[in-house]
């Protein structure tokens, strides 16, 4: 038996190979039968890996074959453009050569392979979604997510990579709340476009008015070769949409991370403060102006189980004036939950202070959506007054039985 304090003492990199042993506790380690040559070409090999400088780990690492990632040759899509350059994003495929091939030899050679091959399987890092058999959506891969658009290559490989990938390219950690939110909103702001657009899937039922063709995946067609070019060859087209596609991608999380989400977060804050507002809880105050708040604030009434829902936003003006907005019937619709009243809209200044008893008084507009007031008071009473009518109306139709 050799002891280990012999083995320590003699070659003092074993210390360091069995740094994590507590040698309290380890009596002894069996005999190693090893030719004495043997023996001190492993222990000079063991002193080399850990003696060796930051530069020549780097070397040795500059050494090792590089990563593949494989897609298909000849005309290339947005799919797979998007899907190589999230792959490239991450530590492990970050200097990763990309193989344009159909050849199934040498896709098999590629650490993982997207959009080709004819097979999705993620333990074998297989992204195509061309097979016969594939109907997956983001929403039958993960039944908490609501998304029913097939995937392309671009959707598969977000769907099992893209938290990782956001982690990377924002420093949030994985437990973030805020990471998931973003995971979210980039999947339905920028990669289901991508979806569907490779799989033939329209926005709308029937014609359509007018034809989109500046959108991200007609920008990325119109990087190959025009079919009478002399020269056929699409490698410098894909490099040049693969630098497109990544630049677009970081411009919109750049985009969400510092500017979609802190505004989420002011409308957050002024939602669950909203009864100290006005004990309705229907009336809602921004600390900041020129905050968007409509999308936030739909999502967030489902988030934070709002019962009652919220009528009115007052916010200040770059003039510093405040403003009374109310909160459309849906995101996308000119219809409001709550109008102003009707004999406000079109009137301005001293006649519409007359007219409500409200002093300070600028503006309703004349559909009603939104009014003005030279102090948050009298903006906050615009839309009290608004309210006490309402509850005022269904009163009365109530009592008349309607």
Known sequence: MISYSYLRCTYPVVSRIFASFNCSTCVSFPVIHLRPVTFARLLLTLNKNCMESPEAKRKHRENMPLAKIGTHNGTFHCDEVLACFFLRQ??????????????????????VVVDVGGEYDSKKHR????????????????????WVTKLSSAGLVYLHFGRRLLSQLTQLKSDDSQLEVLYDKLYENFVEEVDAVDNGISQHDGEPRYAISTALSSRVSHLNPRWNSANQDTEEGFHKALEMVGTEFLDRLDFYQNSWLPARAVVKKAMEKRTQV??????????????????????????????TSIKFVLYQDQNGQWRVQCVPAALHTFQNRLSLPDEW????????????????????????????????EGA????????????????????NGS
């Not at 309703?364 to 030279?374: C, D, E, L, P, Y």
Request: aromatic fraction near 6%; glycine fraction near 8%; charge should be negative.
């Open 278 to 307: 006005d004990p309705s809880g229907e009336v809602v105050l921004l600390e900041q102006g020129g905050c968007p708040w409509k999308e936030h604030l739909f999502s967030l009434e489902t988030e934070l189980n709002v019962e």
């Open 380 to 399: 906050l009473e615009m839309a009290r007054r608004t309210l006490q009518a309402a509850a005022r109306s269904g009163d009365e139709l109530q009592a």
């Open 345 to 376: 809209r079109g009137v301005r200044d001293e006649a519409l202070s007359a007219l409500s008893g409200i002093p300070g008084c600028i503006f309703v507009h004349a559909g009603g959506f939104i009014g003005g007031n030279s102090t948050q």
């Open 90 to 111: 991450l530590p492990e495929y970050k200097d990763a050569e990309i193989l344009r091939t159909r050849n199934p030899d040498l896709l098999t050679q590629c650490d």
């Open 127 to 146: 992204y195509d979604h061309h097979q016969r058999t594939f109907k997956e959506t983001f929403s039958s891969l993960c039944p908490e997510k609501p």
